[in-house]
Every structure is written in structure tokens, then in C-alpha cells.
Nanobody
Framework: QVQLVESGGGSVQSGGSLRLSCTAS????????MRWYRQVPGKEREVIATISVGDHFRNVEETVMDRFGISRDDNKNTVYLQMNRLKPEDTARYYC???????WGQGIQVTVVS
């Protein structure tokens, strides 16, 4: 069955960096666009970054595009979210998703302390 498992979250000081990983199984990862989302309590889940099949296209939301980056390694069935110069407002639960599907990871908490 399809599984998406996030890792790499945790608590970090403001200005620090984290790299989130999402490892997929149960489908041909290389054939699918992937996305990262984040959600804070009381707010809707928002898309942060998208990476196309073959890494031909990447999009990072304007609010974080100067600090975050998305990449993929199809040999490892993994999509990454590199987060630099983290701010307290980046505190959220981060999810990966196979685009246009109901397949989500369980999410991973990122907490940025000032």
C-alpha cells in the first residue's frame, strides 16, 4: 500500500536549519509530482512547495521562497524540504503528499524557538 513517511523535524532555534525528508513506498515514486504542506492549529493546511516529475519544475510559496527549497531523489524514493533561516512563525506540522491524491504522510512537527 502507499506510504509516505516524514522525518527530520524537531525543535530548532530561530535562524537555524532543518531538512525534512519524505520517503515513499507502494507506488512508482518517480512518476508522481510531490508536495510539502504545513498546518498550524486552527488554520488550514497550506501548500509550501511542489516538485514535478523528473524535477523539471519546482515551485516554492512566495512567503518562504527565499529560505526554503524542495528537491527529490528518485533513486531513494524521497522528497526533501530544506528549510533555512527558520523563524518562530514557521512552527507547524509539515506534511508531504503525492499531488492530486489522498495520499499524505502522517506529518512531522517543526518547532522554532526564539
Amino acid at each position: 500500500q502507499v506510504q509516505l513517511v516524514e522525518s527530520g523535524g524537531g525543535s530548532v532555534q530561530s535562524g537555524g536549519s532543518l531538512r525534512l525528508s519524505c520517503t515513499a513506498s507502494g507506488f512508482k515514486f518517480a512518476n508522481y509530482e510531490m508536495r510539502w504542506y504545513r498546518q498550524v492549529p486552527g488554520k488550514e493546511r497550506e501548500v509550501i512547495a511542489t516538485i514535478s516529475v523528473g524535477d523539471h519544475f519546482r515551485n516554492v510559496e512566495e512567503t518562504v521562497m527565499d529560505r526554503f527549497g524542495i528537491s527529490r531523489d528518485d533513486n531513494k524514493n524521497t522528497v526533501y524540504l530544506q528549510m533555512n533561516r527558520l523563524k518562530p512563525e514557521d512552527t507547524a506540522r509539515y506534511y508531504c503528499r503525492r499531488s492530486e491524491s489522498d495520499f499524505w504522510g502522517q506529518g512531522i512537527q517543526v518547532t522554532v524557538v526564539s
